[in-house]
């Protein structure tokens, strides 16, 4: 019995495969089943069989102790695993926990110790499947992982949305295409009359206010369509309008010109100088349009084909260029569309994450001892209610993102003959009534009443499980007395793990999905013990990790599992509170216009000219002139009024001047106040009226 | 005569002036739609570009009598009038006519006369006629003011009031040739050209005052669809709206324009108005008749730019946009 506990392991997915096999048998009824005996449970009676132990298993073949264990040890032996057998290997963060079954892995994996030994602080980032995948795992060591042998062309996140895109882009231009071929195709009835609607003339007031809604055909197509309809009514003069606009809305599509209320067709043509062939066809179309508008003279059917000549040409060559643009993104988008394809002629998708990762953390032996028996493993992508109809079995390990709604339909499934193991999961062992306790469990592990050992025909039995050596990092709890759960392995008086049948299949409940990882499968027994306590091998098998359920299946429920909701709601709220207060100018509002300011000097010139302009000097002589006189009589004779000359004779003796110039100088003064509203020569006045100052000044100051 | 006539006729015309005038195609051809609108024009350009030679030369291609007169400061108004003189001899007075009784008058340097000598004019431009000691003598037909101006002097200057420019019907911002221009002309004085001698330049007459007269009957049969009225009168009206203008064009230039856009359409051979008649002569009838508020002016405001951006806003007739 001892000796099971370190040579006789079974792998731990073989025995999970089969205890599922037995256990779902056992729970359908099934007649003629297999050689396993069972230990009957009166609580799971529904899953019992009723064969014999002693018939061989003919659908199971379980190996040997023996070679259970060699098959182990080859494994484990690969380069795969360096954690087992590399002393230099650097623990990832998230293997540092599994250095608990180091001690009970160290028959299997010597080197487990010496690196878990480490000091923590050296640990990695990241998991090793992650370096491989970001290839930069250590090629050229032979105990590094194999790199995956997969491709994957774009990453899988941004599959959806190239799928989505290429579909949609399928969808929009098939639709575009289907309805331009069938409104080209379709002949407008010219026996039918007032099929086509004629265009309505425009009252003065619409041509002339902008801002009316006039319902204005601007489709190149639809005009030159509408064009020929109201040709084939004989209405020449609107067809030919018609035809006019089509040309016109062409060229405003293609940008060589701009439609603006404001502008004419001279303004046209004269945009159009760099485009010879376009400003001639708008030049004829010009003509004939403005002769019908504003002379009086509609065109007859031979303007009207002469201006459709010339004008549909130019515009249908876009259109099939367009066309032909169109067919090509077609033809186009599938070469450059994603590949969605996942591992190339590999079975499904074993090959990645947990499944492939060699660390302690991982999965991998597990996978490999699950295909060497025959069971066909995957990792489970898409929505969790998107399940193969091939798949037997699923494990879904780690803390998931699924809700209530998708458990349900786990239970369904579970129901209509399938088996589910949830590993880890505290949220999905909740929803079945099992709660897992806050304590770590570190006695040996046993089988619980749900146990049955398996035991074959041939020779040695296999290790007694009660002497199974690990530790489990918690155990389950109930919450339902009432419930089918049954302990399937203990951790000295607590379960680790639980079994009970629902429906026709069975549910599995695992404290801890480390007890699957690899460092645990090469621990002790551990293998052995679930060997005993899952009967039956599924087909195919499928891991759900973590990220199962964190997709959305709408952007509603995308924004909702990432709590924003009520954050875009708050966000609304503020801007339509803004909106409200600021108005339509939160929205529209610019800088406001700075004018490009001038020197005060161009202010005082712009100033001098507008004076000038206005004959200021005049007037200003004017009011000096009046002033400065009062003030050279006050001075020379206060009191008395003297004529001009005398005036002037007081003033040249005292400044020393000459009489006759200062006379002049005077009388010029004098005489402009006596002109006022007169024409007179601004140099002039300015010249009198800087001599006058000058006497002012001279005569006692500018007071 | 017809459109068609108008248009070959015109061209000839043009082509004459061209022969002496080089650079200024548009000039000429405004000054000639004036002249078949019956409307005066005012030239405003910087001495030596060619201004006398434009009208003199038009004079001699037209066969009409051409007379020119310097503006000074001392011009009386019965300088340009006449007046009447004692003839001792029939012991009466004579009636002496001054040199505005001419079919083509350049008013040279306009601004430079005093406002007294500049209104002798005004009667002369609107009435077509002289009024002088009370006796009004009609003027010959056709009749054409064309003023000149400088643009750069004003010391000295009289300023025409607006009434005087409300007279004119095209305002003409004549600007120095292109360099091309220019070698053309230099080239031409080498080949021994003299701008005063117009025989020897090969202009010959190729029309008449009938035919001016026929011509300006033609336009006057141009026909004018109620949208274009209803477009001239909108542009017009905006003037008096603008923030801009302190004082917009008057009736005058509505009918300024109406006659231009006639008889740019019977140059271009249509017996029809289209909206880009109406948009390429607004500038010139509206660009002299508008009042700036000062302080408009004193940011760089020209009536210039007032037009262009009513034009920009005024929506054009049957317009599909």
Known sequence: ?703 | MNVQDFESRFEAICTEVRKVLIGQDDVVEHVLIAICAQGHVLIEGVPGLGKTLLVRTLGHVLNADFRRIQFTPDLMPSDVTGGNIFNQKENEFVFLKGPIFTQLLLADEVNRAPAKTQSALLEAMQERSVTVDGTTRPLPTPYLVIATQNPVENQGTYPLPEAQLDRFLLKLDVLHPTQEAEEQLLHRILRGFDPTSLESAGVTKVASAADILDMQRVVGEVQVDRHIVHYIAEIVGRTRNHSSIYLGASPRASIGILNTARAFAARSGRDYVVPDDVKEFAPAVLRHRLLLHPDAELEGVTANDCIRSILSETPVPKNIA
């Not at chain 1, 929009?172 to 002949?187: E, Q, T």
């Not at chain 1, 003509?287 to 000549?309: C, I, N």
């Not at chain 1, 193991?421 to 306790?437: K, L, N, Q, Y």
């Open chain 1, 1 to 703: 019995m001892s000796s099971h506990r370190t040579s006789k392991p079974w792998t731990l997915g073989t025995s999970i495969l089969v205890g599922l096999a037995l256990q779902s048998r056992a729970a359908v009824g099934e007649a003629g089943d297999n050689h396993v005996e069972v230990a009957v449970d009166p609580v799971v009676d529904g899953a019992q069989s009723t064969e014999s132990a002693s018939e061989p298993a003919d659908e199971w073949p379980l190996p040997g102790p023996a070679e259970a264990e060699d098959t182990l040890l080859r494994e484990l032996s690969l380069r795969h695993y360096a954690f087992c057998s590399d002393p230099d290997y650097v623990l990832f963060k998230g293997e540092r926990r599994l250095c608990r079954f180091a001690k009970s892995a160290s028959a299997r994996c010597p080197a487990f110790t010496v690196v878990c030994a480490k000091p923590a602080s050296l640990d990695r980032e990241g998991s090793l499947f992650g370096e491989v995948w970001a290839g930069r795992s250590d090629d050229e060591s032979p105990l590094s992982p194999d790199p995956p042998t997969w491709e994957l062309k774009v990453p899988e996140s941004l599959v959806a949305v190239f799928r989505i895109v290429f579909f949609l882009a399928v969808g929009l231009s098939a639709l575009w295409l289907a309805v331009y071929l069938i409104r080209n195709l379709r002949r407008f009835d010219t026996e039918k009359p007032g099929k086509a609607k004629p265009s309505v003339p425009m009252t003065l007031e619409q041509a002339h206010d902008p801002r009316q809604t006039r319902g204005v055909e601007s489709d190149v197509s639809k005009l030159l369509a509408r064009a020929k309809a109201l040709a084939a009514r004989g209405d020449y003069p609107a067809a030919t309008h018609d035809v006019y606009a089509a040309l016109l809305r062409y060229l405003d599509h293609s940008e060589l010109l701009k439609l603006h209320p404001s502008k004419t067709n001279g303004d046209y043509q004269r945009a159009l100088t760099q485009h010879p062939a376009l400003r001639d066809a708008l030049r004829d179309s010009v003509k004939t349009v403005e002769k019908s508008q504003f002379g009086g003279a509609p065109p007859d059917e031979a303007a009207f084909r002469r201006s459709l000549s010339l004008v549909e040409p130019l515009v249908t060559r876009v259109l099939v260029m367009l066309l032909y643009l169109c067919f090509g993104s077609l033809v186009a988008l599938p070469l450059v569309g994603c590949d969605t394809s996942g591992p190339s002629g590999r079975t499904g998708t074993a090959d990645w994450g947990a499944l492939a990762d060699g660390s302690g953390a991982g999965f991998r032996v597990l996978k490999t001892l699950l295909e060497q028996r025959g069971v066909r493993v995957d990792n489970h992508r898409g929505r969790i209610s998107a399940m193969a109809p091939d798949v037997d079995a699923m494990v879904i390990y780690d803390r998931t993102q699924l809700v209530p709604s998708d458990w349900e339909n786990m239970n369904r499934w579970v129901t209509a003959g399938h088996h589910l193991v949830i590993a880890g999961d505290p949220r999905g062992a909740a929803h079945f009534g099992v709660e897992t306790g806050p304590e770590t469990c570190a006695a040996p592990l046993s089988p619980g009443r749900a146990y049955s050992g398996i035991r074959r025909t041939d020779a040695e039995p296999y290790a007694d499980p009660a002497t199974v050596s690990g530790e489990a990092s918690s155990f389950l709890l109930i919450s339902d007395e009432g419930s089918d759960f049954v302990p399937l392995i203990n951790c000295g008086e607590q379960p680790i793990a639980l079994w009970r049948p629902i429906g026709l299949g069975t549910l599995t409940i695992l404290a801890d999905a480390d007890l699957l990882s690899n460092a645990s499968l090469a621990a002790g027994d551990n293998a052995l013990l679930f060997t005993g306590a899952l009967p039956s091998p599924p087909a195919r098998m499928v891991f759900a990790g973590g990220l199962v359920g964190a997709g959305a299946g709408s952007p509603l429920q995308s924004l909702a599992n990432a709590r924003l909701n009520l954050v875009l709601v708050q966000i609304a709220l503020l801007l339509a509170a803004l909106y409200w207060a600021k108005g339509a100018a939160f929205a529209k509002r610019r800088d406001p216009e700075t004018g490009e300011r001038r020197e005060f000097l161009e202010h005082i010139e712009a100033i001098g000219r507008v004076f000038a302009r206005g004959r200021a000097a005049s007037h200003a002589l004017n009011l000096y002139a009046s002033w400065a006189l009062e003030r050279l009589h006050a001075r020379i004779r206060p009191g008395s009024r003297l004529s001009v000359i005398e005036l002037g004779a007081a003033i040249a003796e005292r400044t020393g001047r000459k009489q006759g110039d200062v006379v002049r100088v005077l009388a010029e003064a004098a005489s402009s106040r006596d002109r006022r509203g007169q024409v007179s020569d601004p140099a002039e006045d300015l010249r009198t009226l800087k001599e006058l100052e000058q006497l002012v000044i001279e005569t006692g100051g500018t007071r």
